[in-house]
């Protein structure tokens, strides 16, 4: 008991080491048990992985069979009087080993792809980081400024926000057809989809954020003498600077969950355009490299954004408890 | 009544230095002007009469308390003439021209903390200045000079995070006054701050109100505060907000903590208590209803009173 509520009380004065360490762990405790489904042979393994045929006529090396079937065959060859077939355990190919992912990873950045007409993953990682720029770029320039405007100025707000909160249930990808329409096949269509994901939750997010802000500090700054375009420049924006930051950060994992929907909308590109190309020729070590990678990318960006934030906001209290 | 105290004088009782005082006061200008102010709102409850036909008035480098039951409608007075609430009727003049908005012209001090977070507390007093257009210098040596009369000099680049309550509510202080109001608006300023730090802040503002051409206007609930620092005490009643009386605290000038126990000071305390806590009414009904019911949770035998 003791123990449970040294690790799990407080979680205000769980030091960083011990954060360190729990970080670390939730990280390896999946990494353990996709090893362990792996690499042990007696846990699943539905399937046996042929070494030799024997005398089973439509088996051939490297072919991978139910265990049920290998088994009747087995009793069918020894029945037979014929060879039966060798064969180790193994799992199904939608689930290869760490370390075949692994050699995927390295593969993919380090050599390039033996076949021409399938992208590389470096190049096709670039493009969909691209297509995240600009759609959140896009995004941002329009949905920061009229959600600030929009949590300032009570009318403005009631003006656009209950179309935007109509509009934001529509789901993006249903524009898909009608993007391409407009914007052609090429990247257009897949940044209008980032932008119509993202936007509309953006202004409704940063509206919210921008009344959140101590209507104390407006005040005080109106007996200060501020007003208008001042008010808005020198205590509105300052004033939820770190909490816009955070929101940003939000949404821009929003836009990569769009981003898998984008790239399938006119002709498939990037990192998409590769995993489902991988998938079809069934190189699922691929796949899981690629589909880390994205998760490697978002989760290190937000990690280098939330250490900058620290930096660029010195005086904001929330983030002592992050 | 206890034999065993002396009688108190009257509160109206003024010796003559006090009087004296006080004639000089009446000679001086006028600052600010109230007359017949209302406010009117409308709420859930239908329409709420929050203060009706204020009469006052404050002249230069008086320094006056209002005080009241809650509901009194007193932070909706002064958020009257900071500018930030509007009025319904009446008017109030400042230095006899009618507010109609937030201006430098009054400096206002808030209960809560309202100092910008993101600016060091040098910037945050910087911050008058650079909307009235001054330069980064000017701005700087007036934030300087301002600093240091609270004596916060030496954190000038710290946060406001990193201040205590009270030092905080002296950099609002500092703010406010370097615009150099006509009159300085404190709604309970010092109202969250512990018994101990609101004792200093008390002398720190007569201190600083002693050596600068500074009129107050200053709210609170504290009796003890009101009768300590003000010249006049506006006394408030509630629904509607009313002007029942205004106080000229007989209390001699220079204001130590000592004059806590000195018969002027008790006299208009226990005016002032008259007023804001008269006789107990029977309680409303509903008030009755919640009346608790206590069980016994304990050991019969240990009792501890």
């Known amino acids: 008991m003791n123990m449970i509520a040294k690790w799990f009380g407080g979680s205000a004065d769980v030091d960083a080491r011990r954060r360190a360490l729990l970080g670390t762990g939730s990280f390896l405790l999946p990494l353990l048990a996709w090893c362990l489904i792996s690499y042990t042979p007696f846990i699943w393994h539905p399937k046996v992985l042929v070494t030799d045929p024997g005398g089973v006529d439509y088996f051939q090396v490297d072919m ?12 069918n060859m020894q029945q037979a009087h014929l060879a039966p077939p060798q064969g180790r355990p193994s799992n199904p190919i939608y689930l290869p080993a760490p370390d075949d992912v692994a050699k995927a990873f390295y593969n993919g950045f380090v050599n390039p792809p033996s076949n021409t007409d399938v992208p590389s993953m470096p190049a096709s990682l670039w493009h969909s980081i691209q297509i995240i720029f600009w759609g959140f770029l896009l995004s941002s320039l329009i949905g920061v400024p009229l959600g600030i405007l929009s949590g300032t100025y009570a009318t403005l707000g009631r003006l656009n926000e209950p179309f935007i909160e109509f ?58 003498g501020s007003k208008n375009l001042k008010l808005l420049s020198k205590v509105v924006v300052p004033g939820i600077l770190p909490d816009l930051y955070r929101d940003q950060r939000i949404l821009l994992g929003w836009a990569w969950t769009y981003l898998i929907v984008a790239e399938l909308i006119g002709t498939s590109s990037g990192i998409t355009w590769f995993i489902t190309q991988q998938a079809r020729y069934q190189h699922f070590d691929n ?19 939330a250490r900058l934030g620290r930096r660029l906001f010195p005086w904001d209290r929330t983030q002592d408890r992050q | 009544m206890n034999l065993m105290e002396p009688i108190l004088p009257s509160y109206l009782d003024q010796s003559d230095a006090v009087r004296a005082r006080f004639e000089r006061i009446r000679q001086r200008d006028t600052i600010l002007e109230v007359r017949k102010l209302g406010k009117r709102f409308r709420s859930q409850q239908g329409e709420v009469e929050a203060l009706r036909g204020i009469d006052f008035s404050v002249r230069q480098r008086e320094f006056v308390c209002v005080i009241g039951p809650s509901g009194c409608g007193k932070s909706t007075l002064i958020r009257i003439l900071a500018g930030l609430d509007k009025h319904t009727s009446g008017e109030a003049l400042l230095d006899g021209k009618p507010i109609t908005g937030p201006g430098q012209d009054r400096g206002m001090v808030f209960q809560g903390y309202s100092l910008f977070p993101w600016l060091t507390v040098k910037k945050n007093v910087m911050f008058g200045p650079h909307m009235k257009g001054h330069g980064r210098d000017q701005a700087e040596r007036d934030a300087q000079l301002w600093l240091e009369l609270v004596g916060l000099e030496k954190f000038a680049d710290a946060y406001p995070h990193q201040l205590s309550g009270g ?106 208590e008259e007023l804001i806590h008269p006789a107990p009414e029977p309680l409303p009904e509903d008030e009755q209803a919640v009346k608790p019911h206590m069980i016994r949770f304990t050991d019969v035998h240990d009792n501890v009173e």
């Open chain 1, 287 to 305: 796949v899981y490299a690629a589909i880390m990678t994205i998760g490697i990318i978002g989760f290190g960006s937000d990690l280098i954004l």
């Open chain 1, 167 to 224: 509009f934001r249930y529509l789901p993006a990808p249903a524009f898909g057809a009608l993007a391409v329409a407009i914007l052609g096949i090429y990247n257009g269509p897949k940044i209008a989809i980032i932008v119509i994901g993202t936007l509309f939750q953006q202004v409704l997010i940063i509206a919210n954020t921008t009344r959140k802000l101590e209507t104390t500090l407006i005040e005080a700054a109106r007996t200060l």
């Open chain 2, 167 to 272: 030092m905080r509510q002296r950099v609002a202080i500092a703010r406010a006054l370097v615009n150099q109001p006509r009159i300085l608006l404190m709604d309970e300023p010092f109202g969250a701050l512990d018994a101990q730090t609101r004792a200093k802040m008390q002398s720190h503002l007569i201190d600083i109100w002693r050596n600068i051409d500074i009129t107050v206007l200053f709210i609170t609930h504290d009796l003890d505060e009101a009768i300590y620092l003000a010249d006049s005490i506006l006394v408030l009643k509630a629904h509607p907000g009313e002007v029942q009386e205004v106080i000229e605290v007989p209390v001699p000038r220079p204001r130590t903590p000592g004059q806590f126990n000195s018969p002027e000071f008790r006299a208009t305390k226990a005016r002032l």
């Open chain 1, 64 to 75: 991978l069979v139910d265990k049920a079937m290998f088994q009747e065959e087995v009793a």
